[in-house]
């Protein structure tokens, strides 16, 4: 069935302008314009699993186009088209597929899915389609569409990377400074501290929007996320986007998608915006089930070939803003990603295809949380690509000197722990022995503790002139 209701809508509005007073036609433009837009219906042919194979209208549906299929007694179920296959197309739902009927109307759109945010989003938490979930009531709509899945901008449109950004945690400060429009990866194993080390950076860094993706947490995870490692304060200038583990993989990816999406809408407000996200892993996670699901070859650890093309898709969105069409520069989006580390193996796919695109990365080690010193970054591990330009020389000279101790210590550390170690035997090693108790309690700190940026190299500075 079609209606074409903007070509009749364009008629008309020509007609008028041509004879300027027609009786009528005033109201007949009106009722044009309360025409739905063209409307092509596609049919249920087979459903397998949570892959929907559907027939007809085939040339109007493009891969990540968002359809509708119409059920008898239930609101119609979102899908997404993600493949083609012959004669058919291939969807997958956002929702459970019950209710779903041989032969049911699939309400076909060419679009790609759009997301109408304000900055009165700000303090709220939505689900990946934009919808609020917490209590305050339904969110304001904004006149403009952001694409969820929207192309990175283009490289030679883009800004260099900007000047450095405090992000208020000691051991990243100084040891991987970050810079306006940087984005970080942060490594660990599970239950290592990578949630409580993001909301520190949400509640503390620098910048005036954070938005925090929580992509495929635990269920029970996502309040305590909010309401106690985030609190109110932190809340207060985010938008916390949530898909949990148990909701359909498109859904998790689409989350990711929404919160690059709504960085990109506060950047285009002016604002200094932070992007966090709880997992990539996740979001490669849902990309697997879903590129299995349509039949794609796994490869490494079942990952299949899109996982890796979609990463650098998703992450390359955030960096440094591209000129816009009135010729200014957009602002940067700063972004840390968190990857989860299958068996604290470094190696595997995921975390060796991120390490690849992203600027630096932050690594936390279980050795040290089960020391007890949180946040278990291992300094040594970890780097900024962009640091030694964002630092002055006095600075990289602290940096310098503290990593040497640090390494001096990891090194013999052993030896020294058994009381094989002679004083005297490599003045390194005793310099390090000196100073490492204070150098370790500089790169402790508590979830509610703030330092800023010139404060720790002040700190670190100071600690290493006592020997
Ligand atoms: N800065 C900190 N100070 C004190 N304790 C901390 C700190 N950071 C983390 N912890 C401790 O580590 C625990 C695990 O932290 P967190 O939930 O952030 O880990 P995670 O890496 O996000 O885990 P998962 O992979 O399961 O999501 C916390 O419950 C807390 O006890
Ligand atoms: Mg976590």
Redo the contacts with the bound molecule.
Sequence with gaps: MLIRGPKILTLLTNLKASFTIIDGMLDLVQIAKTVEPMRVYGRVAVVNGLLIEAKGGLSYMQVGARCEILRRNEEPLPVEVVGFREDRALMMPFGPVEGVTPGAEIRISAEGSKVFPTTAWLGRIVDSFGNAIDSHGPLPQGPEGYLLKAAPPAAHTRARVGERLNLGVRAMDVFTTCCRGQRLGVF??????????LS?LAREATCDAVVVGLIG??GR?VREFIEE?LGPEGLKRAIVVVATSDEPALKRRQAAYMTLALAEFLRDQGLEVLCLM??VTRFAMAQREIGLATGEPPTTKGYTPTCFAELPKLLERAGPGPVLADGTQAGPITALF?V?VDGDDHNEPIADAVRGILDGHIV?SRNI?ERGR???IDVLKSISRTMPECQTIPEREVVRQARKVLSAYSNMEELIRIGAYRTGADPDVDRAIQLNPAVEEFLR???DEYTPLDESFTLLAEILSQA
Aim: aromatic share 4%.
């Design positions: 660990a194993g599970s239950g290592v501290g990578k949630s409580v080390l520190m947490e635990r995870e490692t709880d997992s968190t989860l936390m949380a949180f946040p278990a700190q508590g979830k």
